[in-house]
């Protein structure tokens, strides 16, 4: 069976589960004892082990099976949550990572056998042995060590001195010791799935010490059609066997109380029999108790009905067949409800292309007739858009969830406390959008705690709280998201800025004299500038703040900051909603049409040429207490205006960030829906055009860019 | 149905007029040969590029062979033509000529290439030269033609 097709699933599932046992991990970090927390990380690592192990991921799964077994420790109170310990933890979910990592590009996970992480996890659990005498029990894995093949019974189990301590400390405290055998049925083709599905309802009850063939064998299907374990419960044998057989494709289980083996002696006897009642498993255990030869015993008993077989299946490894290649799409989870609309919205769709169709046929034609189809037509392309617009969005959540973790280990990097808020987690962007914008964020987070933060006794001495806050806020904004970055620390030095730059020659010193202290600030977004006096592993090789820039200009957005020196500074993202398709303005230039995106205008004026003020020889005009310059669109787009100079201009009022414009036009079109084409090569150099769309002719129409323009 | 033998050591040609010169572009590259059609002005770009035209649904630029090769004006008549080229990596681009002939299935054995005179604006444009009934026709690098020049 190829588990190529599940591949992805495994990636996106793998993801979530990393990405929740991070924020676990932090969230225990603050609250050790927190069983809530304890126990979710434990679930958590366990699917993962579980569904790596299915993948035939070997080196994901032995990792993810050391971890969870130091949770399971955590989980019975046997060690504690310590500072260590987060550290190798973390330094695990990394590696983690990069096996996924290496799945996601070729399939394959690696040849990384993290081995120091290994050693590192049994060593938290072996110093817990020293440290806990009472232990109850031991990782399961140790086992593995002692176990031969070939035996049936859970009497066959060979039990090592440490297994045999655990299991006579189990007995003093007054618990059961069960042994089980389970069969599963010849027909089942995933035994290693089934397998585990016992052993997860079995620790439910109790913990399972020792099992044969070894926990590791039985995972990776190297089993015949039963294995055998021992499980120290509290509850009766007849429970854990139930639990077990409930189970589909298991053929049948059995079980009993067994007593405790003399030391060194290596096979079971069976002393206390608490069969009765029990099902007709149970029975049939009495009868054969400790007989070796004895195979597999196969019962009609509990017919569970056999499951389809599970999707997954471990014999081929994914990476013999696609080495090499990346192995995933990038893919946008749906809200079913958000498909349901949408199909709706194409059943409607079609409906009013018959009805159409019908009107145009009618006998008599009538124009009343086929524009009132038009006008649903409308409602209902528009409504499509929407929605479709709606399935591509997710929320940024998926990116900024690992910053929490990244300022946790840029604090100990920098040797700097600093606590990052976060809020507006939830707000949507186009999933393109979301892909690309964690660099960035990311570049701006680690600039904020790099740069912007002072150190501890700075602060003291400026009569901050120690403690440095950075805040990641995301919201909303008619048709734009914006995202702010912003820090509590010393803000921008304009003046360091100023002379760094002089120094190196971006600017001479009589431009600098004239430039306003935004604009200065302006300057850290050009390439390899770095005010930062000493290059750290975090920031200041001034590789930042372009890339950020570029990257998010690439995206439509604008990037800007606003700093009071000793005070913070914030940077904001904007970011455009959807970059496919857009709102927009149409307008007419010289008899030329244009598009301009409607998220960028805020009014539309009419201004008499008398309005027209000079100011710095630039053409201004006051408009509610505010002094905007105008922008003669004719001029930029060099061609002729169709206006006679003394009639009244048409402004359409733009805005970027606080800054405002006009932009003169000869006639106003009207509010379209516009998809987005690029240029192309050639023609895409051109600054004041971002695109160009086809309009309901055919007829291709510019887009301007009025972030250019101001 | 000799018509639609591959000769694998001919290769066809689009030969297209331009005033009273023949140009040759391999058929191979050409995506679509389509009418003069309104083109959208770009502005503030170099005076060879026309505009953009919308091909089904894709928005792509056009430029003017004449310009190019430094001839002067296009003068659109009723058999002016876009061609369009389909580049290994610039994409696809139109470029307007005056008139498109014929298909041309030349010999590679025919084929003379020719060393070109650096001072001329073309340069490099025309790698060889073909017969063509009773004259000859230039065969056009196009990736090279294509190539923007500062």
């Known amino acids: 069976m190829d588990v190529g097709q599940y591949i992805e699933i495994f990636i996106n599932e793998t993801k979530e589960h990393l990405q929740s046992l991070n924020t676990q991990i932090l969230e225990l970090e603050q609250d050790p004892e927190n069983m809530d927390t304890i126990n979710e990380i434990f679930r958590a690592a366990h699917t993962l082990k579980g569904m790596a192990g299915t993948m035939g991921y070997k080196k994901m799964q032995t990792l993810t099976h050391d971890t969870e077994n130091v949770f399971s420790e955590v989980r019975n109170g046997h060690i504690k949550v310590t500072a260590s310990m987060i550290d190798v933890l973390f330094q695990c979910l990394d590696a983690l990572e990069e096996y996924l990592a290496n799945i996601q590009n070729s399939g394959d996970e690696g040849e990384n056998d993290n081995e120091h992480l290994i050693r590192a996890l049994n060593d938290i659990l072996e110093n817990k042995s020293e440290d806990a005498g009472e232990a109850s029990q031991t990782p399961a894995d140790a086992a593995g060590e002692e176990a031969s093949v070939g035996e049936k019974k859970w009497g066959e189990i060979p039990l090592a001195e440490s297994e045999l301590h655990v299991m006579r400390e189990a007995v003093k405290q007054g618990k059961n010791l069960v042994g089980i055998t389970v069969h599963v049925q010849e027909s089942c083709i995933l035994k290693a799935a089934r397998a585990f599905l016992v052993f997860k309802s079995l620790e439910e009850l109790g913990e399972i010490i020792v099992s044969n063939p070894p926990v590791q064998d039985i995972e990776d299907e190297k089993f015949e059609f039963d294995f055998s374990l021992i499980l120290v419960t509290e509850a009766e044998a007849e429970e854990a066997v139930k639990a077990a057989a409930g189970v589909s494709e298991i053929e049948s289980v059995q079980g009993e109380i067994i007593s405790l083996p003399e030391a060194g002696d290596r096979t079971e006897e069976a002393t206390e029999d608490l069969a009765e009642g029990c099902g007709e498993e149970q029975k049939q255990a009495e009868e054969e108790p400790a007989v070796q030869e004895v195979r597999t015993e196969k019962e009609a008993a509990p017919a569970m009905p056999a499951a389809p077989a599970a999707p997954a299946a471990k014999e081929n490894k994914p990476a013999e067949t696609k080495k090499g290649k990346p192995v995933v799409n990038r893919t946008v989870r749906v809200d079913i409800e958000k498909l349901d609309v949408l199909m709706n919205l194409v059943s409607e769709l079609i409906i009013a292309k018959n009805s159409l169709v019908s009107a145009t046929n009618a006998e008599e034609a009538s124009i009343t007739a086929v524009n009132e189809q038009i006008e649903y037509l409308e409602s209902v392309t528009t409504n499509l858009h929407e929605s479709v617009m709606k399935v591509r969005m997710v929320p940024i959540e998926s990116v900024v969830n690992k910053f929490p973790r990244m300022i946790r280990d840029l604090q100990k990097q920098l040797g700097k406390k600093m606590e990052l808020y976060m809020s507006g987690e939830e707000t949507e962007l186009d999933r393109t959008v979301v892909d690309e914008i964690g660099d960035p964020l990311m570049h701006l987070l680690r600039n904020s705690a790099d740069h912007g933060l002072e150190s501890a006794e700075v602060r003291r001495e400026r009569g901050k709280s120690e403690v440095g806050s950075i805040f990641l806020n995301a919201f909303q904004e008619g048709n734009n998201v914006v995202i702010e970055v912003s820090d509590d620390g010393n803000g921008i030095d304009v003046d360091a800025v100023r002379a760094k730059a002089i120094d190196r020659g971006t600017i001479t010193e009589e431009q600098a004299s004239m430039m306003s202290e935004k604009e200065i600030i302006d300057l850290l977004f050009l390439p390899s500038f770095s005010t930062a006096k000493v290059v750290s592993d975090v920031s200041g090789r001034g590789v930042g703040l372009d890339v950020v820039r570029s990257k998010i200009q690439s995206l439509s957005g604008e990037v800007e900051v606003k700093s009071r020196l000793g005070e913070g500074s914030t940077w904001t993202i904007r970011l455009p909603l959807t970059l496919a398709i857009i709102q927009a303005l149409m307008v007419e230039v010289g008899g030329e049409k244009y598009a301009i995106s409607l998220g960028a205008i805020q009014t539309i004026e009419d201004i008499s040429p008398d309005d027209i003020k000079l100011v710095e020889s630039k053409e201004v005009i006051h408009l509610r207490g505010s002094v905007i310059p105008l922008v003669r669109l004719n001029e930029v787009l060099d061609i002729a205006s169709t206006r006679a100079p003394e009639d009244n201009l048409v402004a359409v009022i733009v805005k970027k960030g606080d800054k405002l414009a006009g932009l003169i036009i000869d006639n106003l079109m009207g509010q379209q829906e516009i998809v987005i084409k690029s240029l192309g090569k050639y023609v895409n150099k051109n600054k004041e055009i971002s695109g160009a769309t086809i309009l309901g002719d055919g007829e291709v129409a510019l887009i301007l860019d009025t972030n250019a323009l101001l | ?150």
């Not at chain 2, 059609?37 to 005076?47: F, K």
């Open chain 2, 1 to 150: 149905m000799d018509g639609l033998k591959v000769y694998a050591d001919s290769t066809q040609f689009i030969v297209i007029a331009m005033g009273d010169e023949y140009f040759g572009i391999d058929i191979n590259l050409i995506d679509n040969i389509v009418k003069m059609q309104h083109i959208t002005r770009v502005p503030n770009v170099a005076p060879y590029i026309k505009g953009v035209i919308n091909l089904r649904g894709e928005v792509l630029p056009v430029m003017s062979l004449r310009l190019k090769m430094g001839l002067e004006e296009d003068v659109f008549s009723k058999s002016t033509r876009i061609i369009i080229i389909r580049l290994e990596h610039q994409g696809m681009v139109g470029f307007i000529v005056d008139e498109v002939k014929e298909v041309l299935t030349l010999e590679n054995a025919a084929i003379e290439k020719v060393g070109y005179d650096s001072k001329e604006v073309r340069e490099g444009f025309v790698y060889a030269v073909g017969n063509y009934g009773e004259s000859l026709v230039s065969l056009l690098d196009m990736n090279t033609v294509a190539l923007e020049k500062e």
